[in-house]
């Protein structure tokens, strides 16, 4: 069984392994130190890589360099262990794999391993349910491993697969996170999440871009955010306490600036912990444009052929806003704005204001 000192070196150095870069070094170490090996290592072979590249994480000595360049460039083809079909969770010694009455086998020994000074090793597969699979051995020169040694890597091998499994899925979770935030990014989405008090507890890069530049919001020094303009601090603190006191208290969605635009909606988190400090249970989702105002009209003018004037015009509506409320942010007449219109609609082809939003939202602009 493992000692009070297997589990605080090696248990533990392999369960931090993959916080760490590279990926379970500590745990190499400690365990080529544990078993007085030469060499520990962790082999992936991916299915999408080439036989002679393996990925290899390791501790201790390698074999020569010339050696490697040899196996990379020829030797490869001739190596028995990527043939072998190794039972998951079974440690191997090197007597069990290459056999003496075999001539490949002892080429190989002779040619590869004896000048890595690899005459004794365990070799175990360790496989999670996706299907990713990994060797885990240590070689020496001598003396052979013990049965002590055989069984430690063994009962390791169990832990390792619990590791495995976590850190694969922790790796198609950023994955797809780093899928979600591109996407959330040329939608011009970001999210911050905010504890009790309103506190930043999180934040996605295109929402900390929103931040940096100043569109209405900043983290104040306590660390909470709040807005630029008074009417809309007096807004995100009203919902920040409302839902702060009420779980299911409905979302609060206002106006955070205009230029650049950037709108928010305030929620309570679907999964929320009421324990004390800075536990998120809010989240104010951020929609906003990276472009100033000047700069996106100008866009739009030149992609949809419209005059100055007319391109304004389009930008607020495409914002959502009514005539009165556009011919009023740009200073003209609301009859002015109704011809405005008509020209827009006539030269984008829409039949009105739905069809110019969609037009906008749809083109190139929204990656711009």
């Known amino acids: 069984m493992l000692t009070a000192r297997d589990e605080d ?70 190596d028995p262990f990527l043939g072998f079909d190794l039972r998951e ?24 391993l004896d000048p890595s000074g690899i005459h004794f090793m365990r070799i175990v597969r360790i496989s999670e349910p996706s299907g990713v699979s990994t060797w885990l051995s240590v070689s020496r020169d001598k003396p052979d491993f013990t049965a002590a040694d055989t069984a430690l890597l063994s009962r390791l091998a169990r832990h390792f697969r619990n590791c495995l499994r976590s850190h694969i899925a922790l790796e198609r979770e950023k994955s797809r996170a780093s899928i979600a935030d591109e996407v959330m990014q040329r939608l011009s989405f970001g999210w911050i999440s905010l504890d009790s008090n309103g506190c930043v507890v999180e934040t996605t890069p295109q929402a900390k871009r929103m931040l ?24 995100l603190s009203a919902a920040i306490k ?56 100008e866009q739009i003018a030149e992609l949809f052929g419209l005059l100055p004037s007319e391109a304004r015009l389009a930008l607020a509506l495409s914002r959502g806003m009514s005539i009165a409320e556009a011919a009023d942010s740009l200073g003209i007449t609301v009859e002015t704005a109704r011809n405005y219109s008509k020209k827009i609609y006539a030269k984008m082809g829409a039949r009105g204001q739905n069809d110019l939003i969609r037009y906008i939202l749809t083109s190139v602009l929204a990656l711009a």
């Open 242 to 297: 409302a839902i702060a006191s009420s779980p299911g208290e409905r979302p609060r969605a206002f106006r955070v600036s205009t230029d650049p635009w950037v709108e928010m909606l305030i929620a309570p988190m679907t999964q929320r912990n009421d324990g004390t400090g800075r536990t998120p249970i809010m989240i104010a989702y951020l929609q906003g444009d990276t472009q100033s105002e000047s700069d996106r009209y």
């Open 89 to 112: 969770g079974r440690v191997y010694s090197l007597s069990e794999l290459l056999l003496d009455s075999n001539p490949e086998h002892v080429a190989f020994r002779r040619e590869v």
């Open 9 to 78: 070196d090696l248990l533990m150095a392999l369960y931090q392994g993959s916080f760490e870069q590279p990926l379970w070094s500590s745990f190499l170490e400690h365990l080529r130190a544990r078993i007085g090996a030469r060499y520990a290592g962790i082999i992936f072979r991916p299915p999408d890589r080439p036989a002679n590249s393996p990925v290899e994480l390791f501790s201790g000595e390698r074999a020569p360099a010339h050696l490697n360049r040899l196996y990379q460039e020829e030797l490869y083809k001739t």
């Open 212 to 235: 940096q530049y100043g569109q209405g919001l900043r983290i104040a020094r306590n660390g909470r955010l709040v807005a630029t303009d008074p009417q809309t601090e007096r807004k």
